[in-house]
Nanobody
Framework: QVQIVESGGGLVQAGGSLRLSCVAS????????VGWFRQSPGNQRELVAA???????NYEDSVKGRFTISRDNLKKTVYLQMNSLKVEDTGTYYC????????WGQGTQVTVSS
């Protein structure tokens, strides 16, 4: 059973930055494509960034050029560097395999104020 722990969220003003971290205990973490998902109030959870086992990345259009996903396979950790944050980036951020097949963690709350 995989355990996921997300951290790094907080309250930040628009234009600021945050770095999210996610530690996942999955046995095959190193071989999997992993992503960060965002759930904003009133909206469905959406995939905003993903990284393959070899480091190839994909981003949702609204975060391209502002967010950077990376991973450390030795630490079984995936990161999300978020720069130039906007109010619409507010939400709870979760990490998961890109097909969302893991149990969801508790997420980390990101609040961007204007």
């Amino acid at each position: 059973q995989v355990q996921i722990v997300e951290s790094g969220g907080g309250l930040v003003q628009a234009g600021g930055s945050l770095r999210l971290s996610c530690v996942a205990s999955h046995k095959w973490f190193n071989a999997l494509t992993v992503g960060w998902f965002r759930q904003s109030p009133g909206n469905q959870r959406e995939l905003v960034a993903a990284i393959s086992r070899l480091g190839s990345t994909n981003y949702e259009d609204s975060v391209k050029g502002r967010f950077t996903i990376s991973r450390d396979n030795l630490k079984k950790t995936v990161y999300l560097q978020m720069n130039s944050l906007k109010v619409e980036d507010t939400g709870t951020y979760y990490c998961n395999q890109n097909d969302a097949s893991w149990p969801w963690g508790q997420g980390t709350q990101v609040t961007v104020s204007s």
